[in-house]
């Protein structure tokens, strides 16, 4: 799995961006790295690209974020992640079921086909917490 998370200065959003083999451990690490960079540039947009994600992680896995990971690392319900997936792509189904999960949990997570409308959606809500 390659994954990159990086910080966006403007407009103050985090980017979790997969390619390839993705596992659970995969996701966990990820999930980890995202709310430490959310953390220290005080933020809570995330904009996640699953475009050229191959997800191997259970589904099992993918619903333990909102129910377990977030909830141990006390992520805030008010921090709202955008995930970009293509109709069609390889990890669409899971993702549906991810943000499916979320939302079920109180988190503000939706799915969109392309970056430019997730970023449009994660820019119109509230602004970091500077």
């Known amino acids: 799995m390659s ?11 985090i980017e979790i961006r997969f390619t390839g083999a ?12 995202g709310i430490g ?7 809570r947009r995330v904009l996640v690209d699953t475009t050229g994600m191959t997800l191997t992680a ?21 921090t709202r992640i955008a995930l970009v997936c293509p109709p069609g792509a390889p990890a669409r189904e899971a ?8 939302v079920i ?3 503000d997570v939706r799915t969109f086909p392309d970056r430019a409308s997730a970023l449009a959606w994660l820019e119109a809500g509230s602004a970091p917490f500077r």
């Open 3 to 13: 994954a990159t998370t990086t910080y966006l200065p403007d407009p103050g959003i």
């Open 22 to 33: 993705t596992s659970g451990n995969d996701l966990a690490r990820s999930t980890i790295e």
């Open 37 to 43: 960079l959310a953390r220290e540039h005080r933020t």
């Open 58 to 78: 259970s589904l099992v896995d993918v619903v333990k974020l909102p129910t377990d990971q977030y909830v141990a690392e006390h992520v805030d319900t008010r």
């Open 95 to 102: 993702v549906q079921y991810y943000e499916d999960s979320c």
């Open 105 to 107: 949990h109180g988190f």
